[in-house]
């Protein structure tokens, strides 16, 4: 099965979203967990999720990809700012429950002169303290571009933070192909040889989903500038190859590029005629 689907605003609810991802030709979506640039998060209502449930069997949707805020840092040098992290992700968590089975994406953060190894060690703590065992979502560390001090920007670094997680089964990998590229991956003309490097160091099992991005920038720029699919410097034959690699054909797929409900459906409709 083919699971794609796109960012999708909250504003009207769960069981809308659901509704709109479908209309769009998609079987699944992303949404932020709060306002991407601040700490409030709108209540669940019971309701409203339950209906959604109910659409995502009916419809055989894939898993839900739920995105942390930009805003949180868990690499933070400041007490503060890792602990506001602290209480807004362990909040996500526990309200991913109403959509049992899903993923839960964020940024690993910024060490800004922390040092990469204490804020390894410091999201490593968040996430031991905030797993449990009996959560049914897995946690989606992000592989980054390598702008500024970001932890992420290459494999060793998310293999670091995997092997100090104590739930293992809980915890995996969200690559983004905008941000692979302009960490410099050479996923253009070289994604077997990527995503070989990435099995030699973390292990290929740990990719749980995918975000679909082109760059507006040439690869190792480390500035992470998403553009439409097919759009920029990777190029659609690119998309070709990513959505159909044995590797990663039966992982869900996630446009994020700004864009209108109308430009994702036809990227969506567009990624379906490349998908074998």
């Known amino acids: 099965m083919f699971i794609i689907g796109s960012h999708l605003s909250t504003a009207k609810g769960f069981y809308n979203m659901g509704k709109t991802a479908l209309e769009m030709g998609g079987n699944t979506f992303q949404f932020f967990t709060r306002n991407p640039r601040g700490g409030a998060a ?29 805003t949180l840092n868990p690499a933070s040098a400041k007490d503060n700012v890792r602990e506001f992290a602290k209480m807004a992700m362990e909040d996500d968590l526990k309200r991913m429950e109403f959509f049992p089975g899903s993923l839960y994406n964020f940024h690993p953060g910024s060490h800004v002169g922390l040092g990469v190894d204490e804020g390894i060690k410091e999201i490593i703590k968040l996430l031991n303290e905030i797993m449990t065992e009996d959560q049914s979502t897995i946690v989606l560390l992000e592989a980054m571009s390598g702008k500024g001090t970001e932890i992420g920007r290459n ?28 960490a410099g991956y050479d996923i253009k003309d070289d994604l077997d040889g ?14 749980k989903a995918v975000h679909l991005n082109d760059s507006k920038n040439p690869i190792g720029a480390h500035k992470d500038r998403h553009e439409k699919i097919g759009e920029g410097h990777l190029g659609e034959e690119t998309f070709r190859k990513i959505i159909n690699h044995p590797s990663l054909k039966d992982l869900g797929f996630y446009l994020e590029t700004p864009n209108e409900i109308e430009g994702y459906a036809k990227k969506i409709a567009l990624l379906k005629t490349l998908r074998d």
């Open 42 to 70: 709108k209540a669940i209502d019971p309701e409203d999720a339950r209906k959604l449930n109910e659409l995502r069997i009916e419809h055989n949707f894939g898993p839900l990809l739920a995105h942390a805020p930009y």
């Open 155 to 182: 494999f060793e670094e998310l293999k670091q933070i995997l092997d100090g997680v104590k739930l293992q089964e809980k915890i995996g990998v969200c690559i983004d192909t905008c941000h692979l590229w302009e």
């Open 194 to 207: 990527v995503l070989e490097e990435f099995d030699k160091v973390v292990g290929i099992e740990k990719i």
